[in-house]
């Protein structure tokens, strides 16, 4: 199973409002990503878990909060967002590979700010 | 850091023709080159790959090759089919002190099949 599975599809949220958005995978990856994709443009890489732990963080601004409860599981928590933070929210995993690794998208949430 | 530049923006083709799409890269230890499908409102799909050990790779009608030496890559597909309209992109990555790796994709390229 190649399966990364992702909720909600959609999610219109207003500038005051909290949101979760959740990724799930059971493929035994131990790394997991979020990624931020505007229209024409490529996925933008916004936080990497590796082994449960956040390892990398791309400057991302304080009101997205990722959070990994276990190696199956990612969310990430929406507080206060701005209408230019409107994109697809893509999640994504990969096992830990010495010489490179395959990376495996969800089908991604389409957040609307208002 | 790693910048990948990808060429050209858009592709149209005839159907039954072939296509080539071009990536760069900047860093030479970057090792690993996959390239992703996507159709519109949908997932990036990886189609295939290529680790710096090998020159070309091939699987059914998409193949790619690397050239370490002049640090680029290629995706060719052969005889296209209308559900080969895409957006692809590139992307390239290296092992990180955090035991896993960061992709940077290319800017990507619309490939139109025309019927």
């Known amino acids: 199973d190649t399966e990364v599975t992702q909720t909600p599809k959609h999610l219109v949220m207003g500038m005051t409002n909290k949101k979760s958005l959740k990724c799930e995978q059971h493929m035994g990856h131990r790394a997991m990503y979020w990624y931020k994709q505007k229209a024409k443009k490529p996925p933008e890489l916004m936080f990497v878990?590796?082994?449960?732990?956040?390892?990398i963080n791309e400057s991302v601004p304080s009101r997205f909060s990722p959070e990994c409860p276990n190696s199956s599981l990612l969310n990430l928590h929406l507080h206060a967002l701005q209408p230019e933070d409107s994109a697809l929210y893509l999640c994504?995993?990969?096992?830990?590979?010495?010489?490179?690794?395959?990376?495996?998208f969800g089908p991604g949430t389409r957040l609307t700010v208002t | 850091g790693e910048n990948v530049e990808q060429h050209p923006s858009t592709l149209s083709v005839q159907e039954g023709d072939s296509a080539v799409i071009k990536c760069t890269y900047s860093?030479?230890?970057?090792?690993?080159f996959p390239w992703y499908k996507q159709e519109l409102g949908k997932r990036p799909q990886l189609i295939i790959d290529i680790r710096s050990n090998v020159g070309e790779k091939k699987d059914q009608r998409i193949a790619v090759t690397l050239n370490k030496t002049a640090k680029h890559f290629s995706l060719h597909i052969t005889e296209t089919q209308p559900e080969d309209s895409a957006v692809y992109f590139c992307?390239?990555?290296?092992?990180?002190?955090?035991?896993?790796?960061?992709?940077?994709f290319g800017t990507g390229t619309r490939l139109t099949i025309i019927p």
């Open positions: 860093d030479s230890a970057s090792n690993y």
């Open positions: 878990y590796s082994y449960e732990k956040l390892s």
């Open positions: 992307a390239a990555s290296k092992r990180s002190n955090f035991g896993n790796e960061k992709l940077t």
């Open positions: 994504a995993s990969s096992q830990v590979l010495l010489s490179g690794y395959e990376q495996y």
